[in-house]
């Protein structure tokens, strides 16, 4: 299995533009969710899916578009990216609700906003 | 939203145990403890979880007050690969979870 896998690796905007962060997973997984990490800080949730056609907002959505049209994909819509969207970008993936599920974590994208 | 609090920082000699701890005090019934940490320049990765009672696993052991206030994560015998930001998380219902700034730790050869 490749896990969590996340496309690009590194990435450089211009204000304004727009972009897709592509996330996927081969484990079959139900949940998948995005994180943003900004320097010395910890994860925050951004959007997160419980399944194929179900998407809902994390604690920081503003900016940012999901949808899930299958199991494996879980991309990233930044619709107009500003400078304060310069982090680094983790997707995850876990099986369904359940408090004890761990979560796998792909190996996430660094985005900078000029 | 249950949080966590852990120490900035701490180090350890190599070899020898270390012990990370966590204090939530919010915590209700039904929030399992999770700890993940997180290498430089990587997504974190899971360590171990645990409801009420201790727990021990490959990578660590976790041990859990009674009043499930805190909990201590336990690496047994701390080397240069264990250098990394440990991350306690309280893990609800709804799959969220909520991240603090984790500690950092430092193992000194």
């Known amino acids: 299995n490749a896990g969590v896998t996340q496309t690009p690796k590194f990435q450089v905007l211009k204000t304004g533009q727009s972009m897709t962060l592509q996330c996927a997973q081969d484990m079959n997984h139900e949940y998948m969710s995005w994180y943003r990490q900004d320097p010395g800080m910890g994860l925050r949730l951004i959007h997160y899916s419980v399944g194929a056609g179900i998407t809902d907002q994390g604690e920081v959505p503003n900016g940012y578009n999901v949808s899930r049209s299958t199991t494996e994909d879980f991309p990233l819509r930044l619709l107009s990216a500003a400078p304060s969207q310069t982090s680094v970008y983790f997707c995850a993936s876990s099986y369904p609700n359940s408090p004890y599920n761990e979560q796998f974590f792909g190996p996430g994208t660094r985005l900078t906003v000029l | 939203d249950a949080k966590t609090t852990q120490p900035n920082s701490m180090e350890s000699n190599e070899e020898e145990p270390v012990h990370l701890p966590c204090n939530h005090s919010?915590?209700?019934?039904?929030?399992?403890i999770h700890w993940y940490r997180q290498l430089p320049s990587q997504g974190p990765e899971y360590v171990i979880h645990g409801l009420t009672s201790n727990v021990n696993n490959r990578m660590a052991s976790l041990a859990i007050a009674e009043d499930r206030k805190s909990s201590t994560l336990i690496l047994h015998r701390a080397t240069l690969r264990d250098a990394a930001v440990y991350y306690c998380i309280l893990r609800f219902t709804g799959n969220q979870f909520y991240f603090g700034t984790g500690t950092s730790l430092t193992v000194i050869p």
């Open positions: 919010t915590i209700s019934g039904t929030d399992y």
